[in-house]
């Protein structure tokens, strides 16, 4: 007869459910999860879609021969390639500094880079006003050297790098903290510089967290309404974004249109969720940290 003893969770957990709720009440929450999301998800989505098809194939597409609905599709593939970018290697950066380091002020670091989460990005766009607007702080020095960043390209970056900053950094943060400093101080000690180290080493370990972290970056780029509303002056054509377009298009009672350029929108936060549903299933323990050794 072994003597073998289970751990005390193992012993617990034999023959006996984690909860103890009936049959009855897990039919019920799950009833009511499923409800909240067929309310508020499923349902607006499928709107959007038979909305924008309530014409036909033809008048759906007809919606992006408009100009300005092609103009809003660029600037928005514009700001997300240049806005995601700089937040890729910001977050990067970040993410390395405070889980490989230690240094005085991380913590501070750790709590500006929440703070989008926490500012209304009415309010970041606002800010950016005062700071670059006409009469703004640097207003009078950029209008005296013909640079243009409030209702301009460069008001719209701004404003969407400050609301998307946290993704990357955010995802990666917990990754790199969880894998530690041992791979990087192994390829340090046989001779490897702090570049090849994190090229060879710290990147492919974290390659699959920063992918699903530019992806959420990604989304919300293009999404983005507050913040890009304040700064762009709704110029037809220049400074609407995908967005912004949409919300013109149905203040016009052109509810065909807006809602087929939306629904560009929502196809991809679809790729978007599929993407990440797949790197989840896929590629689990890499983006946890337990399966970087």
């Not at 301009?152 to 990357?168: D, M, N």
């Not at 990666?172 to 001779?191: R, V, Y």
Request: proline share 4%.
């Amino acid at each position: 007869m072994s003597d073998t003893v289970l751990p005390a969770p193992a012993r617990e957990g034999r023959g006996r459910r984690v909860t103890t709720e009936g049959a009855g009440a897990r039919l019920a929450l799950a009833l009511a999860a499923l409800s909240f999301l067929a309310l508020f998800l499923v349902l607006p989505l499928v709107v959007v879609f038979v909305e924008a098809f309530k014409g036909g194939i033809g008048t759906y597409l007809s919606a992006f021969d408009d100009p300005d609905a092609q103009a809003a599709i660029r600037l928005t593939l514009t700001v997300a390639a240049i806005a995601v970018p700089l937040n890729l290697v910001f977050g990067v950066a970040a993410a390395w500094a405070i889980a490989k380091f230690a240094f005085a002020g991380k913590s501070l670091l750790v709590t500006l880079i929440d703070l989008p989460f926490s500012v209304s990005p009415v309010v970041s766009g606002l800010v950016y006003v005062l700071l670059f607007g006409a009469q703004g702080l640097f207003g009078p020095f950029l209008k005296a050297h013909g640079i243009e960043v409030i209702f301009a390209l460069p008001g719209i970056v701004l404003a969407t790098v400050f609301v998307t900053f946290p993704f990357v950094a955010r995802e990666l943060i917990p990754l790199m903290q969880e894998q530690g400093t041992a791979d990087e101080e192994a390829a340090l000690s046989l001779g490897a510089s702090g570049l090849r180290t994190f090229l060879t080493v710290t990147l492919p370990n974290i390659r699959w967290g920063l992918f699903y972290g530019v992806l959420l970056c990604n989304a919300r780029a293009m999404g983005e309404f507050g913040a890009v509303s304040v700064v762009s002056g709704h110029i037809r054509g220049l400074t609407n974004t995908m967005p912004l377009h949409v919300e013109i298009l149905y203040n016009e009672y052109n509810f065909i249109a807006a809602f087929a350029v939306a629904s560009l929108l929502a196809l991809l936060a679809l790729v978007t969720l599929a993407a990440k549903s797949v790197l989840e299933w896929r590629y689990g323990d890499a983006l946890s940290g337990r399966g970087a050794h």
